[in-house]
């Protein structure tokens, strides 16, 4: 079972998310279905429906609200086959932040001085908090102007590259929510985030390209919302009591790469014992009812690829046994040789199998 186009049920964006599903290899045709709806502990059916639609089927009750959890699962009749099929396993769905006035965050970021047609140094921002009952459930809803990577407690939060994505920024802004319920301590926590221009102020398009297309300022806007085991909750939002400091990226662009210096980074800074030197934030304006979940799954690091030493270049050890033997021809004009023979003399096929990469760079390409 799956919700909308989305990989997983969590923040959907939607009060009314279509629901997926699929049926196994040698189940034949569906000619029937029943769902049913697990929430605030109490169970909702359908009740049996005819039909083959199992893609995108609208959601048959009452719509969710903003943080609402509820659990779905459906089983299916067959053609040719006594009674439906066993349950699905259940699927999870969770609702966004599905109103504006749900938003509490504004943008924040460096307050320093900076050249807006300059390439600037990227900021980080963060915001020391204490938690004083235990940690049930947590979540954070985050987006930037620009470019984000949010840590808490100095670990990752999510696996997105370039969050939250290219967009008219002035009409929509997608924010991803995260279970960050496992990030968290009773006591001392940090939350933070590094910062980048991305497309929205970064140096990019046609003729050298343009900067600050969307804006001049590098924004961090963040929600993090936490349920104790009492039912109360915490609300630790991007306001005026965050910090931001240089971190060790030197430069950053989309096109222009990066710079990073090791010797500044602190590993701890996103943690409780990290760095202090920070300054206040300058905050910024954001109209939430632009702030929208996403309809698709973001872009994510699927591998990673170890620099590894050049290969030596190729010497005439390395070439093939016909290379060989025109270097020596070639070194003892006095010892008779037979010429090689002529590309274009050569079947195709041969001369292809002739001539394979890796191989002496100096020989010439045969004639196609």
């Known amino acids: 079972m799956t919700f909308e186009h989305l990989p997983d049920g969590l923040g959907i964006g939607v009060p009314t998310p279509r629901l997926s599903w699929t049926l196994p290899p040698a189940a034949g045709a569906q000619e029937a279905y029943e769902l049913e709806l697990d929430r605030a502990g109490r169970t909702h059916r359908t009740g049996r429906l005819a039909g083959a639609d199992q893609v995108l089927t609208t959601w048959p009750w009452d719509p969710l609200v903003s943080r609402e959890r509820a659990r779905v699962r459906v089983r299916v009749w067959n053609p040719g086959v006594t009674g439906p099929s066993a349950w699905s396993e259940p699927a999870a769905v ?109 140096k990019y398009g046609f003729d050298g390209g343009t900067r600050n297309i969307y804006g001049t300022d590098q924004s961090l806007v963040a929600q993090l919302e936490v349920t104790h085991d009492d039912g109360t909750t915490t609300v630790v939002a991007t306001d005026g009591t965050w910090s931001a ?36 934030v300058a905050v910024g304006r954001r109209d939430p009812s632009t702030l929208v979940a996403p309809l698709g799954p973001p872009v994510r690091c699927t591998e990673e690829i170890t620099p590894s030493p050049s290969p030596a270049p190729p010497t005439a050890a390395t070439c093939s046994t016909s290379a060989r033997t025109w270097s020596a021809a070639s070194a003892s004009p006095s010892t008779a040789r037979p010429a090689p023979p002529s590309p274009s003399a050569t079947p195709r096929s041969s001369r292809t199998a002739s001539w394979p990469p890796g191989h002496c760079a100096r020989r010439t390409p045969p004639t196609p």
């Open 94 to 202: 969770e609702a966004g932040l599905l109103e504006p006035a749900d938003w509490c965050a504004v943008p924040v970021g460096a307050a320093w001085d900076e050249d807006p047609e300059a390439m600037r140094r990227p900021a980080r921002v963060r915001r020391d908090f204490r938690l004083e009952r235990p940690v049930v459930r947590a979540r954070l809803y985050v987006t930037a102007h620009g470019l984000y990577e949010a840590e808490i407690n100095g670990r990752r939060v999510g696996d997105e590259i370039l969050a939250p994505g290219w967009t008219v920024y002035p009409h929509r802004l997608r924010y991803r929510t995260h279970d960050v319920t496992a990030h968290l301590t009773e006591g001392a926590n940090t939350i933070g985030a590094w910062l980048g221009d991305g497309w929205y102020r970064g």
């Open 245 to 280: 400091a240089p971190g060790p990226i030197l430069t950053s662009g989309l096109y222009e790469g990066e710079t990073f210096d090791a010797r500044l980074h602190d590993p701890h800074w996103a943690t409780p014992r990290g760095s202090r030197d920070g300054t206040p």
